[in-house]
Nanobody, 118 residues
Framework: QLQLVESGGGLVQPGGSLRLSCSGS????????IGWLRQAPGKAREGVSCISRSDGTVYYEDDGQGRFTISRDNAKNTSYLQMNRLEPGDTGVYFC???????????WGQGTQVTVSS
């Protein structure tokens, strides 16, 4: 059973940066595709970015393209989401998700709050 814990959220001014981390335990995370998702207040959870198991293939939703960078260190069982030039619209709870195959719900962390506000 894989357990995921997100960290690194906080309050930041527009234009600022945050680096989120997703640490896994209980299983080796290199078995899983890792995704980062965001849930804004009053909205459904939406995808932000994901990264493949080992070949470095990454995907970004349009609003994160050019501002966010996803990465992973399988030796540390950790994934990262570097977020630059943050905007108020990036506010929400950020979750990481690990899936071995696309058609399962996978494993979820508890989320970390990101608030972008002046």
């Amino acid at each position: 059973q894989l357990q995921l814990v997100e960290s690194g959220g906080g309050l930041v001014q527009p234009g600022g940066s945050l680096r989120l981390s997703c640490s896994g335990s209980g299983s080796t995370s290199d078995k899983y595709v890792i995704g980062w998702l965001r849930q804004a207040p009053g909205k459904a959870r939406e995808g932000v970015s994901c990264i493949s198991r080992s070949d470095g293939t990454v995907y970004y939703e349009d609003d994160g393209q050019g501002r966010f960078t996803i990465s992973r260190d399988n030796a540390k069982n950790t994934s990262y989401l570097q977020m630059n030039r943050l905007e108020p619209g990036d506010t929400g709870v950020y979750f990481c998700n690990a899936k071995s195959v696309p058609w399962v719900d996978g494993y979820w962390g508890q989320g970390t709050q990101v608030t972008v506000s002046s």
